[in-house]
């Protein structure tokens, strides 16, 4: 049995890798934790049995592995992300990610504008003189 130090670590909604009885790659996220039997149940996102995606299944905290905080730079890194918290039906997270894809889109827009208004561009599309 694990100390409740060495278990402390999880939180449910952590993302986790982790390995099945099988030796299945695992990703998915921590639905519940028990203490006492050192226990996570994860629900599995991504998995190479393609039969437990979706499902919510028990495993040993020391087959999981704590995945990093992910850095998302990118449109496409959100888009995915966005389709991931759409199939979990974590609905805050999803709210979290459009507005920050929606917050990179405004900021393409307003760096094209300035770019615009830099070269002598005016809003009609036509060249200012100088």
């Known amino acids: ?4 130090n060495q ?4 939180e449910i909604g952590d993302w986790i890798k982790g390995e099945s009885r099988n030796g299945e790659l695992i990703i998915g ?3 519940s934790i028990s203490n006492l039997e050192g226990v996570v149940k994860v629900t599995v996102v991504r998995c190479d049995n393609e039969e437990i995606i979706g499902k919510t299944i028990p495993l040993l905290s020391k087959q999981v592995k704590l995945l990093p905080a992910a850095n ?3 449109k ?3 888009l995915f992300l966005i389709d991931v918290a759409l199939s979990t039906g974590d609905k805050e997270w999803f709210n979290e990610l459009t507005t920050k894809l929606n917050s ?7 760096v094209k504008a ?3 208004n830099h070269f002598g561009e005016t ?6 003189r100088f």
Request: charged share 25%; net charge neutral.
């Open 76 to 78: 496409e890194q959100i």
């Open 72 to 74: 998302v730079t990118n």
């Open 1 to 4: 049995m694990l100390s409740n």
């Open 29 to 31: 996220y921590i639905e």
């Open 7 to 10: 278990f402390s670590i999880f």
């Open 123 to 128: 809003k009609a599309g036509g060249m200012r």
């Open 104 to 110: 990179m889109r405004q900021l393409v827009i307003d």
């Open 114 to 116: 300035q770019k615009d």
